[in-house]
Structures are given as structure tokens and as C-alpha cells.
């Protein structure tokens, strides 16, 4: 069987959803090959890690949490009295389902309108742009487009120490399915994954222990923040351990104990769950046939250009696949390059300008260059040098009126032009905030571009308007630094 498309897109995540929605919208035959199958009725399930099992519902699990843990801790000095305060982990994990069925279900939707055929099993990229698709009961049918669009995203890294076993060390996928609130659970890993995972069970009452190999908290985000948002996780009870290595696993009527080494020494920890967030591989794995001409680096990243290009002519690779941050919302936005190059037009991902956001409470958000990197490069090759400006939460009044007056913005910007550079959250709705930072920074603006805009009061956004202030020593709300005579 061959069907000929103008687009064939495989896999239907963020990046490839959105890629096969605009290559329609565009006037293209787009097809789009998705193996995820439901459990309850075998049907096919787009929307991919994001929408199923990574960020939407682990965005739930954190917005209950943290609204459990705040009537439990943060009511009371408010003046709200809760008594007998328990938390239904059957009934939120009900909750998380049907958001992301309803989400995953609105993509079916969007691709009926749009005219986007779904092709439902497991793709395979062969030679001269055709694709294999396998269904479930090992039925193959084969594709043909002009152009391959390859969106296979990603999965969980495995490390030998701790294997995944039952429901007892589990992925972050198992992470978000717990049926019961555990009573003490480690995390292999303090990054964006773990810290979010571990946040979640720490609020419904687990003991939570993590585990770090690095010996520094979070080094891709300024240390500033990183210094301020680990002094607040420390704070929530979160047994944060940098410099460990995991070194073995065991399993004794289901209590897990696990090995692990710091520089004092081997240590033991009896957990009753185990969370493995080491990070994240490339999805490559019997995706392309030996004479595809799509080539793959050492880690199984797919090798393209600027403009998601690979070496093959007419196979495109966006998301989690290539090069970059392994963020849906920059999967999505290549998905849409790609999609208006194949169409004929010229757009360009800003790779430089993609926000970052781990949704933990305080939340952290960050786009652009850090301190660190400014400085690195300032004396290393006599790069930008820059000003900082800081404002702290605690000064802010619709912060201190929601009971979350936590955590600073941090601007950077150019010494001599006076251009934002850096733009940092840490603190309520930090993920809302940093789209401010994104924007400024799209359109080249300065700190004092910022400083002479009007911002609404009160608002946690008058944070940004004063630490854009402070970049030149004229913050309102705050104490300046003592200009030199």
C-alpha cells in the first residue's frame, strides 16, 4: 500500500502535532504517525510524553499539592481554620486523567478540523522520504511525502544502579501514579524533573530524600536563584543531597534500599519508592532505516541545522530529537518553522530567547545569558560587561497580600547600551513572568525600557518594573547601591 502526502509527521507530541496542524493550515496533505495506544479501548492517543505522561498531568499533581500543603500550613495565617484536612490520591489522580484525556482528545479534535489524517502505529523512516508504519497487530503499510517531518521525542534515562522494578523504582512516568501517598520516597536526580516529582509527594506529607551527583544545585541557572530557590526547597522539608553517587539497589519485602557514596563516605537509605530523574534520551531507537541518510550523533540525537534540516533531502527532525533544551514549547515552535519553511516562508527559532521554568512553589523561571555566563564570557574573551538589578518579593504588596512574598527578579543588562541580557524569577507565578523577559528581550529593549513603562498595582509584575529600576541605581521601593562620588 503507498499513499503519497505533501507531509508525513511521526510522532504527535508537542513538536509533532503542531508541526502537522500548521502544515495543514498551510494547504499541505499532512499526515501524522502516532503509536501511543490507549489501555482502556486500544485507541490511538496523541499529544505524546507532554500531554500524558509529563508535563500537563505533573502540572496538576503540583497544583493540588500545593494547594493541599497551603490549607494545611499557609490557611491558618490568613485567618482560614481547616480542620480534618486529608488528601484523596484516587480522587486527584481521577483529576489528572481527565484533564489529560480531555487535552488529548481536543488534539484529535483540532486534527479533524484541520485535515490532518492520523496514521495510528509505529513509524519508521525508510529511504527516499517513505515511511513504515507498523500497527499493533504487526500490520505494515508504507507512505510516501515530499517531506518527513520526524518528531519522536523522548524517554526516561535508565541507570544500572537503580533499574526500574514494578511500582516500587519507577520512572518519572511511574511517579505521577502512585495510588498512595508514600511515607518516605528518594529521587535519583535534583533537577527540573526531580525537584517537581519530589515536590509533589513532599506537600502530601512523604518523607522525600534527594539524591545529586553534581556538587552544585541546578549549575544551568544564575547561582543567585539557585542559591535563594534551594534555601526555600531545604525550607519545605526537601533532604536535598549534591555530590552522591547511587551505586546499588536492593528490594526486601518492598522497602527499598539504596547504596550511594559522597565524599564522607558509603551510605545507606530505606525509602518505600524510589523516583529515577537522571534526565532524558533522544526517542531513535528503530526509527530510521541504515540507508534513511538521516545520521545520529553518539548520544542518538539526530544531526540538523538551524532550520531542523537533516542530511537527508526533505527529512526534517524537530523536539526532543535534536539539538537543545528538551522543552515542549520549543519542540512546538520548530515544529511551526518547520512547517512554514516546507510552505515556502523564512521564519527562525531564537534559540537564544527560549524561557525556562521549573514549576516547583516557589516557582523558577529564567531566559537568557546567567552572571555566571556574562562573566565567563567578560573575562575570558572580553565579552559584555554588565549591571545587575534585584528586587525582592518581600517588598512587593500583592505578594505579601498572597501569602507568597518568596524569592527576587533579577535583571542583566548591557553596561554600555543598557540592553536585557538576562531576565531571572524566582517566586510566585515566576512562569507567567518570565514571558515579560521573553518579549523585552525579543524586541531588543533596555532595562530603562522597561523602567519608564507603566505596570499595574499591585501586581507581582511590579517586581520586574523595579528591578529594571535597580539595573541603573533607581529603584523606588527599595534601598539603591551608593553611587560612587
Given at each position: 500500500?503507498?499513499?503519497?502526502?505533501?507531509?508525513?509527521?511521526?510522532?504527535?507530541?508537542?513538536?509533532?502535532?503542531?508541526?502537522?496542524?500548521?502544515?495543514?493550515?498551510?494547504?499541505?496533505?499532512?499526515?501524522?504517525?502516532?503509536?501511543?495506544?490507549?489501555?482502556?479501548?486500544?485507541?490511538?492517543?496523541?499529544?505524546?510524553?507532554?500531554?500524558?505522561?509529563?508535563?500537563?498531568?505533573?502540572?496538576?499533581?503540583?497544583?493540588?499539592?500545593?494547594?493541599?500543603?497551603?490549607?494545611?500550613?499557609?490557611?491558618?495565617?490568613?485567618?482560614?481554620?481547616?480542620?480534618?484536612?486529608?488528601?484523596?490520591?484516587?480522587?486527584?489522580?481521577?483529576?489528572?486523567?481527565?484533564?489529560?484525556?480531555?487535552?488529548?482528545?481536543?488534539?484529535?479534535?483540532?486534527?479533524?478540523?484541520?485535515?490532518?489524517?492520523?496514521?495510528?502505529?509505529?513509524?519508521?523512516?525508510?529511504?527516499?522520504?517513505?515511511?513504515?508504519?507498523?500497527?499493533?497487530?504487526?500490520?505494515?503499510?508504507?507512505?510516501?511525502?515530499?517531506?518527513?517531518?520526524?518528531?519522536?521525542?523522548?524517554?526516561?534515562?535508565?541507570?544500572?544502579?537503580?533499574?526500574?522494578?514494578?511500582?516500587?523504582?519507577?520512572?518519572?512516568?511511574?511517579?505521577?501514579?502512585?495510588?498512595?501517598?508514600?511515607?518516605?520516597?528518594?529521587?535519583?536526580?535534583?533537577?527540573?524533573?526531580?525537584?517537581?516529582?519530589?515536590?509533589?509527594?513532599?506537600?502530601?506529607?512523604?518523607?522525600?530524600?534527594?539524591?545529586?551527583?553534581?556538587?552544585?544545585?541546578?549549575?544551568?541557572?544564575?547561582?543567585?536563584?539557585?542559591?535563594?530557590?534551594?534555601?526555600?526547597?531545604?525550607?519545605?522539608?526537601?533532604?536535598?543531597?549534591?555530590?552522591?553517587?547511587?551505586?546499588?539497589?536492593?528490594?526486601?519485602?518492598?522497602?527499598?534500599?539504596?547504596?550511594?557514596?559522597?565524599?564522607?563516605?558509603?551510605?545507606?537509605?530505606?525509602?518505600?519508592?524510589?523516583?529515577?530523574?537522571?534526565?532524558?534520551?533522544?526517542?531513535?531507537?528503530?526509527?530510521?532505516?541504515?540507508?534513511?541518510?538521516?545520521?545520529?550523533?553518539?548520544?542518538?540525537?539526530?544531526?540538523?541545522?538551524?532550520?531542523?534540516?537533516?542530511?537527508?533531502?526533505?527529512?526534517?527532525?524537530?523536539?526532543?530529537?535534536?539539538?537543545g533544551p528538551m522543552l515542549a514549547h520549543k519542540a512546538s515552535e520548530e515544529g511551526v518553522m518547520v512547517a512554514e519553511r516546507i510552505a515556502g516562508h523564512k521564519p527562525q527559532v531564537n534559540y537564544d530567547l527560549i524561557p525556562?521554568?521549573?514549576?516547583?512553589?516557589?516557582?523558577?523561571?529564567?531566559?537568557?545569558?546567567?552572571?555566571?555566563?556574562?562573566?565567563?564570557?567578560?573575562?575570558?574573551?572580553?565579552?559584555?560587561?554588565?549591571?545587575?538589578?534585584?528586587?525582592?518579593?518581600?517588598?512587593?504588596?500583592?505578594?505579601?497580600?498572597?501569602?507568597?512574598?518568596?524569592?527576587?527578579?533579577?535583571?542583566?543588562?548591557?553596561?554600555?547600551?543598557?540592553?536585557?541580557?538576562?531576565?531571572?524569577?524566582?517566586?510566585?507565578?515566576?512562569?507567567?513572568?518570565?514571558?515579560?523577559?521573553?518579549?523585552?528581550?525579543?524586541?531588543?529593549?533596555?532595562?530603562?525600557?522597561?523602567?519608564?513603562?507603566?505596570?499595574?498595582?499591585?501586581?507581582?509584575?511590579?517586581?520586574?518594573?523595579?528591578?529594571?529600576?535597580?539595573?541603573?541605581?533607581?529603584?523606588?521601593?527599595?534601598?539603591?547601591?551608593?553611587?560612587?562620588?
Amino acid at each position: 500500500m503507498s499513499d503519497k502526502y505533501d507531509v508525513i509527521v511521526i510522532g504527535a507530541g508537542p513538536g509533532g502535532y503542531v508541526a502537522a496542524i500548521k502544515a495543514a493550515q498551510l494547504g499541505l496533505k499532512t499526515a501524522c504517525v502516532e503509536s501511543w495506544t490507549s489501555e482502556e479501548d486500544g485507541k490511538q492517543v496523541l499529544g505524546g510524553t507532554c500531554l500524558n505522561v509529563g508535563c500537563i498531568p505533573s502540572k496538576a499533581l503540583l497544583e493540588i499539592s500545593h494547594k493541599y500543603e497551603e490549607a494545611g500550613h499557609g490557611f491558618a495565617d490568613q485567618g482560614i481554620e481547616v480542620k480534618d484536612l486529608k488528601v484523596n490520591v484516587g480522587k486527584m489522580m481521577e483529576r489528572k486523567l481527565n484533564i489529560v484525556k480531555q487535552l488529548t482528545g481536543g488534539i484529535a479534535g483540532l486534527f479533524k478540523s484541520n485535515g490532518v489524517t492520523a496514521l495510528h502505529g509505529h513509524g519508521r523512516l525508510l529511504a527516499n522520504r517513505q515511511v513504515e508504519v507498523t500497527d499493533s497487530k504487526g500490520k505494515k503499510s508504507t507512505y510516501s511525502a515530499d517531506n518527513i517531518i520526524i518528531a519522536t521525542g523522548s524517554s526516561p534515562v535508565e541507570i544500572p544502579p537503580a533499574r526500574l522494578k514494578d511500582d516500587l523504582i519507577v520512572s518519572s512516568t511511574g511517579a505521577l501514579e502512585f495510588d498512595e501517598v508514600p511515607k518516605r520516597v528518594g529521587v535519583v536526580g535534583a533537577g527540573i524533573i526531580g525537584l517537581e516529582l519530589g515536590s509533589v509527594w513532599s506537600r502530601l506529607g512523604s518523607e522525600v530524600t534527594m539524591l545529586e551527583a553534581l556538587d552544585s544545585f541546578l549549575p544551568g541557572v544564575d547561582q543567585q536563584i539557585a542559591k535563594e530557590s534551594l534555601k526555600h526547597f531545604k525550607k519545605q522539608g526537601l533532604n536535598i543531597q549534591l555530590g552522591t553517587r547511587v551505586t546499588g539497589t536492593s528490594i526486601d519485602k518492598k522497602v527499598i534500599t539504596v547504596q550511594y557514596e559522597d565524599s564522607k563516605g558509603k551510605h545507606e537509605l530505606k525509602v518505600d519508592k524510589l523516583i529515577v530523574a537522571v534526565g532524558r534520551r533522544p526517542h531513535t531507537e528503530n526509527l530510521l532505516a541504515e540507508d534513511s541518510g538521516v545520521k545520529l550523533d553518539e548520544r542518538g540525537f539526530i544531526f540538523v541545522d538551524e532550520q531542523c534540516k537533516t542530511e537527508a533531502p526533505g527529512v526534517w527532525a524537530v523536539g526532543d530529537v535534536v539539538r537543545g533544551p528538551m522543552l515542549a514549547h520549543k519542540a512546538s515552535e520548530e515544529g511551526v518553522m518547520v512547517a512554514e519553511r516546507i510552505a515556502g516562508h523564512k521564519p527562525q527559532v531564537n534559540y537564544d530567547l527560549i524561557p525556562n521554568v521549573i514549576y516547583t512553589h516557589p516557582e523558577v523561571a529564567w531566559v537568557g545569558k546567567s552572571e555566571e555566563e556574562l562573566k565567563s564570557a567578560n573575562e575570558a574573551y572580553g565579552g559584555e560587561a554588565y549591571k545587575v538589578g534585584v528586587f525582592p518579593f518581600a517588598a512587593n504588596g500583592r505578594a505579601m497580600a498572597a501569602n507568597s512574598a518568596v524569592g527576587m527578579v533579577k535583571i542583566l543588562a548591557d553596561e554600555k547600551t543598557d540592553r536585557i541580557l538576562g531576565f531571572h524569577v524566582v517566586g510566585p507565578q515566576a512562569s507567567e513572568m518570565v514571558a515579560q523577559g521573553v518579549i523585552a528581550m525579543e524586541f531588543g529593549a533596555s532595562a530603562e525600557d522597561l523602567a519608564l513603562t507603566c505596570f499595574a498595582h499591585p501586581t507581582l509584575s511590579e517586581s520586574v518594573h523595579e528591578a529594571a529600576l535597580a539595573v541603573n541605581d533607581a529603584a523606588i521601593h527599595i534601598a539603591n547601591r551608593r553611587k560612587k562620588k
